[in-house]
């Protein structure tokens, strides 16, 4: 099959599921935004790679600006038609739409319909309800709820025309149905880390000596975004009550954006907190294993369908995690399982995690046995050969069930067929 695989974001686990499709014989364009600033995966085809992989940045030729309503949208749609000059430049037997912004896949959508273009919706987040809970936040009520029912009819929309849905979880099936949507191609895989990019090593490695964290610390840290879905300023209600507890707490927060800058702000001045913008992907395993616990946050109204990538990643690093969040999200499920803490995302959540940090610190071992059992449960349910070939299945159904759309081979993996 051709495979175009547009990752929105640019992660590091949708690009490993590119790269194991490409070995499995698949000409694959891996895209993501190369305007959107997050933490990304290894978006650079290596000597390493499948001759069949390529890996493209993609932007718009208007900025983005994330939260201004008008300029965010200019931007999605200006997106939009980015991405469709890149599918006019050659033919893929299917599209896989991963995180692509709300009013950037409803243009899309419409264009793989003209196009007769297959396409397949891995849905990551339910969007409609993030936007839904800022336009009540910012709007009053009667125009809030009208920009709700636009976004939520979008959404739905996308949901009903794909040709399938990949959804991270069941919840997200359970709101299909409350949505009035019964399909019998919307398939659930649970999201993942690579497991072969990132891995537990020693605490005090060549990052952590890069960036003078000191030896003596418990170290704790947050990696990734910190937007809507989070309170970056429970960080320091966490710190400062484990520095209460007697422990010799340090905190190291990698991320940018307003929530970065929030915290920032918040934090000037004291010598017990590092900030940082995000670090290459070929940094992920020493800045990780530097260390000695790690903290997830989602807010509630996320936590339903939304599950943090980053407590993932944090299973594949081996660290012990502490995950402000409601109980019921699936990522707070795992983390109990390995023995991490789970607490709400409140003032009282954070000091019941901080008095974990107190018990289980002063075990020498302690920290180290839950890490330990978080790489294991990476390891049993993260298995990128099955999960490839999960998506492979469910792609090529799709292109089968397409009248007229034949697998297109081709004998050059750099060959490429023009429209």
């Known amino acids: 099959m051709r495979l175009n695989l547009h990752d929105f974001s640019g992660h590091p686990f949708q690009v490993q599921l590119s790269r194991a499709l490409a070995f499995a014989g698949h000409q694959v364009l891996h895209g993501y935004s190369s305007q959107f600033v997050t933490g990304h995966g290894r978006l650079e085809v290596s000597a390493e790679d499948a001759a069949t992989l390529r890996i493209e940045g993609l932007s718009a030729s208007v900025p983005m600006i994330k939260y201004s309503p008008v300029g965010r949208t200019r931007f999605e749609l200006n997106y939009a038609s980015a991405w469709q000059a890149i599918l006019q430049r050659e033919r893929h037997d299917v599209v896989v739409a991963c995180n692509v912004p709300l009013f950037t896949l409803a243009r899309m959508r419409r264009y793989f319909a003209a196009t007769k273009q297959p396409w397949v919706l891995w849905h990551q987040d339910l969007y409609s309800l993030g936007v839904g809970a800022e336009a009540a936040r910012r709007l009053p009520g009667v125009a809030s709820r009208a920009a709700c029912g636009v976004v939520e009819r979008l959404e739905r929309s996308q949901v009903t025309s794909a040709d399938a849905v990949v959804a991270i979880t069941d919840a997200m099936v359970h709101q299909y149905g409350t949505w009035g949507i019964a399909r019998d191609n919307v398939h659930v895989i649970p999201n993942w880390a690579p497991l072969d990019s990132i891995v537990p090593s020693t605490r005090d490695n060549r990052w952590a000596k890069q960036h003078d964290?000191?030896?003596?610390?418990?170290?704790?840290?947050?990696?990734?975004?910190?937007?809507?879905?989070?309170?970056?300023?429970?960080?320091?209600?966490?710190?400062?009550?484990?520095?209460?507890?007697?422990?010799?707490?340090?905190?190291?927060?990698?991320?940018?954006?307003?929530?970065?800058?929030?915290?920032?702000?918040?934090?000037?001045?004291?010598?017990?907190?590092?900030?940082?913008?995000?670090?290459?992907?070929?940094?992920?395993?020493?800045?990780?294993?530097?260390?000695?616990?790690?903290?997830?946050?989602?807010?509630?109204?996320?936590?339903?369908?939304?599950?943090?990538?980053?407590?993932?990643?944090?299973?594949?690093?081996?660290?012990?995690?502490?995950?402000?969040?409601?109980?019921?999200?699936?990522?707070?499920?795992?983390?109990?399982?390995?023995?991490?803490?789970?607490?709400?995302?409140?003032?009282?959540?954070?000091?019941?995690?901080?008095?974990?940090?107190?018990?289980?610190?002063?075990?020498?071992?302690?920290?180290?046995?839950?890490?330990?059992?978080?790489?294991?449960?990476?390891?049993?349910?993260?298995?990128?050969?099955?999960?490839?070939?999960?998506?492979?299945?469910?792609?090529?159904?799709?292109?089968?069930?397409?009248?007229?759309?034949?697998?297109?081979?081709?004998?050059?993996?750099?060959?490429?067929?023009?429209?």
Do not use: C
């Open 213 to 419: 964290l000191p030896e003596n610390a418990v170290r704790l840290m947050y990696a990734g975004t910190l937007g809507r879905k989070h309170n970056p300023l429970l960080l320091l209600e966490l710190l400062d009550a484990a520095k209460a507890r007697g422990i010799d707490a340090y905190l190291v927060v990698v991320s940018e954006g307003v929530g970065a800058d929030d915290l920032a702000a918040a934090s000037a001045g004291r010598n017990d907190v590092k900030i940082l913008g995000y670090q290459p992907a070929e940094d992920m395993t020493d800045m990780l294993s530097s260390a000695d616990a790690v903290i997830a946050l989602l807010e509630p109204d996320a936590a339903q369908f939304s599950v943090p990538s980053k407590v993932l990643t944090y299973l594949a690093a081996g660290r012990p995690i502490v995950a402000l969040m409601p109980r019921s999200n699936q990522a707070a499920v795992d983390v109990r399982e390995v023995g991490g803490f789970v607490g709400e995302p409140t003032v009282q959540g954070a000091h019941e995690a901080a008095q974990w940090l107190a018990g289980i610190t002063a075990d020498a071992d302690g920290l180290a046995a839950v890490g330990e059992r978080a790489r294991a449960l990476a390891v049993n349910r993260f298995d990128i050969d099955r999960i490839a070939a999960q998506f492979e299945t469910i792609l090529e159904d799709v292109v089968r069930s397409r009248t007229g759309a034949p697998l297109a081979v081709v004998a050059n993996p750099s060959e490429r067929l023009v429209t």
